[in-house]
């Protein structure tokens, strides 16, 4: 992949003719270009000049990025667009070793730090929202450009085909606006929509998330049409903030300027009160109609699979088209084998949702020192090392992780000790190896009781249950295995009991003899040494 030439006085080129300064070290960046710019400087972004189509070429060039562990693409010239616009393949994708740290290069934090600087930094940022500020239209990049009633058409944007199997084209990388119809909040949350027509898209909205919830149990009940806003393409806080789990009726906005340490400026959209982030790159505006139903799918989902068959969701219809002159459209492509997790969607889980999640979980009172997914399954299993206080008290996290909605995709936890990394793969594994007995130490929850996203694989098509439920109802993989060294369970023989069971010190020599022959080396300190990469 070719590279731009940046120009010396740290402003690089757009193929508009403008130019975008990179941020300074210590600087969040305030719009994707910005944050591009940041990159470009750092030497990890390609500009790609010549012409790339929409239609898999643009995907199958960032998935080969995306395995290489290479720069990030920008795809400058898109063919068959009407509108002359640009696509971003997979940028906040983080590097195979750190995952957060382009994350944390654009909020302005140096991007070589250890993974618990940067998890702390992040809950604290979060403790400290701060409240957003309005613009006019007139100031605002996203309204450079306005398409109105039959002039805004979705096919006149080069929205990315990203697998050969998907059901159809997609915007899967945005920041999607609902308000609540009782109150003055608003929600920030991220789902998928594949391109149906000039006007319309299909939605997926799985209930127990909070837009969804919104849709189906307060607009759609009163037959009443939701008012959206689609936000391509925003500043990298606002998009950080639209993928975690801010709770129910908290100021998302307030959240991201929490975490950039700077207002996020918002306007009003053009046909509704709605309030986007003003540097988006694009905006559409329109309302999700009650008691319309489209296809939507089969996607390449994060999952690691085709996800099918096609469900029926939810119709956006466009009102409106806002944008800056050339606007980039990110995208991510998701899974395209079973643990692929280098893309943007993967990264966010352990950047963003990890800090969010750690945060969550400590509010609810439970010593957790880190709550980190699984960077080869994301979304799908969770690291937390913990103390173990009292007997009972992992089964008591475990049920509360389990029954919170906005866990609903977690289907695993490892639980380990408080001085085990679960950003270190080598470490979590040595702790299953050596902490978690086959009979005491893995435990599943309930089938009926437990709330479960009907995409995952084990389940049949008919397992998956409806959409507006968001539930299975026959089958669930909700489980947790304490890796622990205290262990939590009244069924576990004493560590140092000779009688029922080797003392501890035992099972981790034995272990490590086999270990040993196996290949395996270890450290002074007993601990297993890198061979080659992370494990």
Not at 129 to 142: L, M, N, R
Not at 391 to 412: K, Q, R
């Amino acid at each position: 992949m070719r590279r731009s030439e940046g120009s010396t006085d740290g402003t690089h080129p757009l193929s508009d003719g403008g130019s975008v300064a990179a941020p300074g070290p210590d600087e969040p960046a305030d719009s994707l270009r910005a944050y591009l710019a940041g990159l470009e400087a750092a030497d990890e972004l390609t500009r790609i000049q010549r012409d790339i189509s929409w239609n898999l070429e643009a995907s199958a060039i960032t998935m080969l990025a995306n395995n290489r562990d290479d720069r990030i693409p920008v795809f400058e010239s898109v063919t068959d667009s009407e509108i002359t616009a640009r696509l971003v393949g997979d940028p906040y994708r983080g590097s195979r070793a750190r995952p957060w740290d382009r994350v944390a290069r654009a909020l302005g934090l140096p991007p070589d730090l250890d993974g618990d600087t940067y998890y702390e930094t992040l809950i604290d940022r979060l403790r400290s929202p701060i409240q957003p500020t309005t613009v006019d239209a007139d100031s605002a990049p996203c309204k450079d450009v306005i398409h109105r009633g039959s002039d805004a058409d979705l096919f006149a944007l080069p929205w990315p085909y990203i697998h050969a199997a998907d059901g159809g084209r997609y915007s899967n990388l945005h920041t999607m606006v609902v308000p609540d119809p009782d109150s003055s909040w608003t929600d920030w949350s991220s789902h998928r929509a594949m391109i149906q027509d000039g006007d319309r898209a299909s939605v997926l909205l799985l209930a127990g998330e909070q837009a969804p919830n919104l849709f189906y149990y307060r607009y759609e009940r009163q037959n009443d049409p939701m008012p959206v806003a689609v936000a391509v393409g925003v500043e990298p806080a606002a998009q950080f903030t639209a993928s975690m789990w801010i709770p129910t009726g908290s100021d998302e906005a307030a959240f991201a300027g929490g975490l950039k340490r700077e207002p996020v400026e918002l306007v009003e959209c053009t046909t509704n009160s709605l309030k986007v982030p003003a540097s988006a790159e694009l905006v559409i505006e329109g309302q999700i109609i009650p008691g319309e139903r489209l296809d939507e799918g089969p996607f390449g989902d994060y999952f690691g699979y085709m996800h099918g068959p096609r469900r029926s969701m939810p119709v956006l219809e466009v009102e409106a088209i806002t944008h800056r002159s050339e606007p980039l459209i990110p995208f991510c492509v998701e899974g395209s084998g079973v643990g692929y997790s280098l893309n943007t969607s993967s990264t966010t889980e352990v950047a963003c949702i990890g800090p969010d999640a750690t945060l969550g979980l400590r509010a609810a009172g439970y010593d957790v020192e880190k709550c980190v997914p699984w960077r080869f399954t994301p979304r799908t299993a969770y690291v937390v090392s913990t103390d173990v206080p009292r007997p009972g008290y992992l089964h008591e996290l475990a049920n509360f992780i389990f029954t919170t909605w906005g866990m609903l995709h977690v289907d695993f936890f490892v639980f380990v000790d408080p001085d085990v990394d679960p950003l270190a793969t080598r470490d979590v594994l040595e702790a299953l190896a050596l902490s978690a007995d086959p009979d005491a130490d893995f435990h599943q929850f309930g089938v009926e009781a437990m709330p479960k996203v009907p995409l995952n694989i084990y389940q049949t098509p008919e397992e998956k249950g409806d959409a507006e439920t968001g539930t299975s109802r026959s089958k669930t993989a909700k489980a947790y295995i304490d890796a622990t060294t205290d262990g939590d369970g009244p069924e576990r023989s004493p560590p140092n009991d000779p009688e029922h069971s080797p003392s501890d010190t035992m099972l981790r020599e034995r272990a490590r003899e086999v270990l040993s022959r196996a290949g395996v080396e270890f450290d002074a300190d007993g601990g297993m040494m890198e061979r080659g990469g992370d494990w």
